[in-house]
């Protein structure tokens, strides 16, 4: 056989398999050492996308739990607060029956209505003050989106606006009097809630319409405007509509009044004198203002339903003033439908915020669920699997140590060659 001394090919050999074994020996320290399977872009390069796609879900879903706490906690300190209004709304409504009882003199009247003023003055001042982190609660403008979830969109909104507010005069509990010194304002009545496919015939009386507001697809109520370039106006107005004797054209000045007066694109199809809600639209009409009595808040409603085509239930009316003690039986029952009123408003948001903390906490549990398991996901990717590893070790130190051995076998093998040379 061959012998050469220049040249040891076992020695390479032997050295070749030492670099090959040394990296992955390397990888297998690292990977025990930091526990993950994935350190950098070369051990796994699809891996490293897939998992770090699943570090932004999971750090997503858990900054979307601690948001949607933050949404249980808002809507928590709202209702207590309007519990609390109902609470000293159901005392008043207990003071008006009070008020009724044959043996109350005038003087017991009036300390019924400093209470009655106290707890106004209370119910004004909890509307006021009541604020979560610095934001107002009970202002009227309350609308907040929380983001409870990893990607945009995926909101939970929590919302009390009201264009009246949350005090006693936006309640209209200041109008509730029983000592008979002050009068009283009947409740207003908001037009009838009008629906996609209710049409609206609009006669050619001319006149102008004065006060008339509408609310379309359930936002606020505002007041109409005259629309630009009305061939029976000037410059738009608002709260101001004129119609000719033209019915086709008053039809035209009604509907586009309503985009204008209120900044939605009111849907219609209009054909003649008269106009079609489509497209899922809504309308509702109401009429601002307070009437002196009865008699002109009856004769406002009708002059409005003579241009306008409307029906009584359509337009509404507006309140009215009553003076004591004209009626002492109907001063109570409107002072009554007053506090009812305000309690079932104040119901019916304090239910919205129940049915939403509800929600908030169906959302904490699914995410918590959706969280736990992408982590585990993401732990099969990135995370080193200690017995597989461990065994892998074991493995690669073995061979380097009997690379080494080898390697100090093959460079002795030239020794060989000096027996010959004796």
Avoid: C, H
């Avoid at 509307?127 to 969109?153: C, K, M, Q």
């Avoid at 909104?157 to 109008?175: F, I, K, M, P, Y």
């Avoid at 107005?237 to 694109?265: C, D, M, S």
């Amino acid at each position: 056989m061959s012998f050469f001394v220049n040249t040891n090919i076992s020695s390479l050999n032997a050295q070749r398999s030492l670099v090959i074994n040394a990296p992955a020996l390397n990888v297998s320290f690292q990977r025990l050492a930091s526990g993950y399977r994935i350190n950098s872009a070369a051990d796994d390069a699809a891996g490293l996308q897939i998992s770090n796609r699943l570090t932004s879900q999971i750090n997503g879903i858990g900054q979307g739990i601690r948001n949607a706490s933050d949404g249980i906690s808002l809507s928590q300190v709202a209702e207590g607060a309007l519990d609390e209004m109902t609470t000293s709304i159901q005392r008043m409504r207990t003071l008006v029956i009070q008020s009724r009882s044959g043996i109350n003199s005038q003087l017991d009247r009036t300390a019924l209505q400093n209470e009655i003023r106290q707890i106004n003055k209370e119910i004004t001042r909890i509307a006021e003050t009541t604020s979560f982190a610095g934001i107002p609660l009970l202002d009227g403008r309350l609308n907040r989106d929380f983001l409870v979830g990893a990607n945009a969109g995926e909101n939970i909104n929590v919302n009390l606006e009201r264009d009246e507010g949350w005090t006693a005069d936006g309640l209209r509990l200041s109008e509730v009097v029983v000592d008979g010194t002050d009068g009283i304002n009947s409740p207003a009545i908001t037009g009838q809630f009008n629906p996609t496919g209710t049409t609206f015939s609009v006669p050619a009386i001319p006149g102008t319409v004065f006060g008339l507001q509408a609310s379309v697809n359930g936002g606020p109520f505002a007041l109409l405007q005259e629309p630009v370039g009305s061939p029976y106006a000037g410059a738009p107005t608002p709260g101001q509509v004129t119609f000719g004797n033209n019915a086709n054209i008053n039809a035209l000045i009604l509907g586009q009044a309503i985009r204008e007066g209120t900044g939605v694109n009111l849907q219609a199809s209009v054909a003649g004198n008269t106009f079609t809600l489509i497209n899922n639209s809504t309308v509702q009409f109401r009429l601002s203002g307070t009437a002196p009595d009865e008699a002109t808040a009856l004769a406002n409603q009708a002059f409005v339903m003579s241009l306008t085509g409307l029906s009584a239930n359509q337009v509404g009316i507006q309140p009215f003033q009553i003076a004591p003690p004209e009626d002492e039986d109907l001063i109570t029952r409107l002072n009554l439908e007053i506090i009812d009123e305000a309690i079932n408003t104040i119901d019916s948001a304090r239910a919205k915020l129940g049915a939403t903390q509800n929600r908030f906490q169906a959302t904490i549990r699914n995410l918590s669920n959706v969280e736990e398991n992408v982590s585990a996901a993401r732990s099969r990717i990135r995370d080193t699997d200690y017995a597989k590893e461990t065994a892998e070790l074991t493995r690669t130190q073995i061979l380097q140590q009997a690379s080494t051995t080898v390697l100090a076998q093959a460079n002795q093998r030239p020794q060989a060659a000096l027996s010959l040379l004796q």
